[in-house]
């Protein structure tokens, strides 16, 4: 059997990730000697230090002549997951650099854990976007997963987090083993867990192993469908977001799900929508079957957001109709039409980004001045704090998907997509679903404006909170000033048939 060796210079292309590794370990034992008494902050400034080295080193890798492989096609370093790699790098940089000096100790007791546990976590994420390999997606996807429960469950005094950190883990480990098992029935038809020789591999036996190719297609849907947080399988995410503290809620909500819906495009694409596959009837049905699940979570997360009355839930519910928005560039497949789908995937993920961890930086800001989590918290915070208002308005109607967002353009891009490819009752869904959206996040807006906070609570801003919230509300109303600077710079750099797809 052929032994695999990583070479020097593969250590060079893991740069960004061995950054993270090194950073994660020194913090820790760093943690570890500190006396109890002393400030963990700096570990924080450290952290977020280290996310920046690496996201250094993965623009020095962005556009290469062609995509580099390691450890026998396992591992693919290429613009798809350079992209990707960056989203989360950027999510996770905020996400720290918004929790210096503006968490609490009641909220996180373990402050120094909650940074240095920020990395694996990311790092997972890393994994899962570069991976070629079942065996190396796996271990991403455990990575990113383990690390997210210790998150959830950092604060044990309170009975939510320990709800919520419950439930995660049990349906977590639940939807893992659902994920295993799809790629058991993935090894067992091809022999490999190579994913561009499982494609070759089902393409050339496909009338025997129809029954199991639907099967593990099924299982893997419905095991990613909990990792984005997609209806019927976000039962968990109301609570969980509720009881994790703020920063915690925004990771979930913003690189945990980035990273899903990254492998969950490189799976569909490159196993079961190319190749011989294409001339059967399944092709077909795993389209409208992922259509039908981005349609679910529209209508579900739209709805049910309508009568929810505090801040993380209804962010959750959110949370869901968005992973609905973002599952159909996924769905209505490449096309001589239509073959931006990754360039639109992206866009509308960056602009989700930015507008999501913007909001939770409002919420914080909320959290730390009333310590109310409910949606009458931002009573009067026109009149309280009319900054923080304001850069909040920008931030919600960029959620609400109204010109000129970048929330806005991400909705459009895909509905027009939508619209080539004909699948109008999916353009249908996403325009009912967008307006009834407009009422909850409105919802934000009369609070501010229309109500009155009889106590008169006064608003602390933090420096970190502040820069945070004006920089993602800058940034969302920037991209969709200028939307094609977005979309023309990740066409221009992102070739389909070389970051996409992995046939050698």
Excluded at 133 to 154: H, R
Excluded at 163 to 188: D, N, P, Q, R, T
Aim: include cysteine; glycine fraction near 8%; proline fraction near 3%.
């Amino acid at each position: 059997m052929e032994q695999i060796r990583l070479q020097a210079s593969d250590l060079i292309l893991l740069a960004p990730e061995l950054t993270l590794v090194i950073a994660a370990v020194v913090l820790s034992l760093i943690d570890l000697f500190l006396p109890n008494k002393a400030s963990r902050t700096w570990l924080g400034w450290l952290s977020l230090a280290s996310i920046v080295i690496s996201a250094v080193f993965v623009v020095s890798y962005l556009n290469p002549a062609e995509p580099k492989q390691l450890l026998q096609f396992s591992y693919r370093i290429d613009d798809f997951a350079n992209i990707i790699k960056l989203v989360l790098l950027t999510g996770a940089g905020l996400i720290t650099f918004m929790s210096i000096g503006s968490v609490k100790e009641e909220n996180i007791p373990h402050i120094g854990e909650f940074y240095y546990l920020l990395l694996p976590a990311t790092l997972g994420g890393m994994i899962m976007a570069s991976s070629g390999d079942l065996i190396t997606l796996f271990v991403g996807l455990e990575l990113l997963s383990i690390t997210s429960y210790i998150l959830v469950a950092m604060n044990k005094k309170n009975v939510q987090s320990n709800e919520g950190a419950f439930k995660y883990l049990v349906l977590g480990s639940i939807s893992s083993a659902v994920i295993l098992y799809g790629m058991s029935f993935l090894y067992g038809m091809s022999g490999s867990t190579t994913v561009s020789e499982i494609n070759a591999a089902l393409g050339q036996s496909t009338q025997g192993m129809l029954p199991l190719i639907y099967l593990s297609f099924f299982l893997l849907v419905a095991g990613f469908g909990f990792k984005v947080a997609a209806a019927p399988f976000h039962m968990w995410s109301p609570d969980v977001y509720q009881g994790a503290s703020t920063p915690v809620t925004a990771f979930l909500a913003v690189v945990s799900k980035a990273a899903a819906f990254a492998i969950l495009f490189r799976l569909m694409y490159n196993i079961y929508m190319v190749g011989d596959l294409m001339s059967l009837p399944i092709h077909q049905d795993i389209m409208t079957t992922l259509m039908a699940v981005a349609a679910t979570a529209m209508v579900v997360g739209n709805f049910v957001a309508l009568r929810q009355t505090h801040m993380k839930r209804l962010m959750a519910y959110s949370g869901i109709a968005n992973a609905g928005y973002l599952l159909v560039p996924i769905a209505i497949q490449f096309s001589m039409m239509q073959y931006s789908n990754f360039a639109q995937f992206t866009y509308y993920l960056i602009a989700y980004l930015f507008m999501n961890i913007g909001i939770f930086a409002v919420l914080m800001i909320i959290e730390r001045s009333t310590g109310d989590e409910a949606l009458k918290g931002l009573a009067g915070l026109y009149y309280r704090a009319p900054g923080t208002a304001v850069a909040a308005v920008l931030l919600v109607l960029s959620l609400a998907g109204l010109p000129v967002t970048g929330g806005f353009f991400g909705k459009l891009y895909i509905l027009l997509a939508t619209i080539w490819t004909q699948h109008y009752w999916l353009a249908a869904v996403m325009i009912g679903t967008s307006i009834v959206a407009y009422y909850f996040y409105f919802g934000f807006i009369r609070q501010m404006f229309m109500r009155s906070d009889y106590e008169a609570r006064e608003v602390h801003v933090s420096l970190p909170l502040g820069i945070t919230m004006w920089l993602c509300a800058g940034v969302s109303v920037l991209i969709g000033l200028f939307p094609q600077w977005v979309i023309g710079y990740i066409e221009r750099i992102f070739s389909l048939t070389q970051d996409l797809f992995m046939f050698y």
